[in-house]
């Protein structure tokens, strides 16, 4: 699940002056999710720290001082909400959002009249939980706003604009339809790492079901083709696993 930093602008991102930078506390217990939360925070340029237990959780921040903290709801130690209790009853008005696989609307309702300033269930959207992160610091630091995320997403010579929705190889526009945006977005947030049908189909067409893996090879075919012509092949198939979007050397084939 790792993310590669140079994944950002084609190169690794500066270290973010801890005075503009927003700081983000992942809470979480899964290993596997936090890991994928805190490579893709820094990649979009969030100071991040993560911890996997409530009363870590509650040191770190003290220690971190978070402009907003990713909590999960099940942990070993302490209930998430009687963390973030614990963290406002402390005066610390730091905006939480939770991120948890307790999706009841029980759940949700509590999270929310606690004083959490959002709910997401677990499996989730990582462009969405990145987008609500967003949303929830434009409001509460509108001074982070600036430097809340970058735009601009790159692997070699390629680069996604999300501002502008364009898609650039070298110096060429490249056309792309709008679920061939969606799919070359998500192989470069994952750029270097193996992606499967199955994840391809429900984080890019949001199916929640095994789907039908042909749909995924008919618009890789179709990204290939807008975008080999203009350079060595990026996507590369991983046979039985999946794809992924990797520069492959000549020594390599």
Request: a neutral charge.
């Amino acid at each position: 699940m790792h993310i590669d930093a140079h994944c950002l602008n084609g190169r690794s991102p500066a270290p973010p002056d801890r005075a503009l930078a927003a700081r983000i506390l992942v809470v979480d217990n899964e290993p596997g999710i936090a890991a994928l939360l805190a490579s893709t925070l820094r990649m979009v340029a969030y100071e991040t720290r993560v911890v996997s237990t409530g009363r870590a959780a509650l040191t770190a921040a003290e220690e971190f001082d978070p402009h907003l903290v990713v909590l999960d709801v099940v942990l070993p130690d302490l209930d998430g909400f009687e963390v973030a209790h614990l963290l406002w009853a402390t005066g610390r008005q730091v905006p939480v959002l939770f991120l948890s696989a307790r999706a009841s609307v029980e759940d949700r309702i509590t999270g929310l009249a606690l004083g959490a300033d959002d709910y997401v269930a677990k499996p989730f959207n990582l462009a969405e939980v990145i987008l609500r992160i967003r949303a929830i610091l434009t409001r509460s630091r509108p001074d982070l706003s600036s430097v809340a995320g970058s735009r601009l997403l790159a692997y070699a010579d390629l680069e996604l604009d999300e501002s502008t929705h364009e898609v650039r190889r070298g110096n060429r526009l490249v056309a792309l339809s709008p679920t061939e945006f969606r799919l070359l977005r998500y192989l470069l947030v994952h750029a270097e790492s193996v992606v499967s049908k199955a994840q391809i189909l429900n984080h890019v067409w949001r199916y929640d079901f095994g789907g039908n893996g042909r749909i995924v090879e008919s618009y890789v075919h179709s990204l290939r083709r807008k975008l080999d012509g203009l350079g060595p092949a990026l996507i590369q198939t991983v046979r039985g696993a999946g794809y992924t979007l990797r520069v492959v050397e000549r020594g390599d084939r």
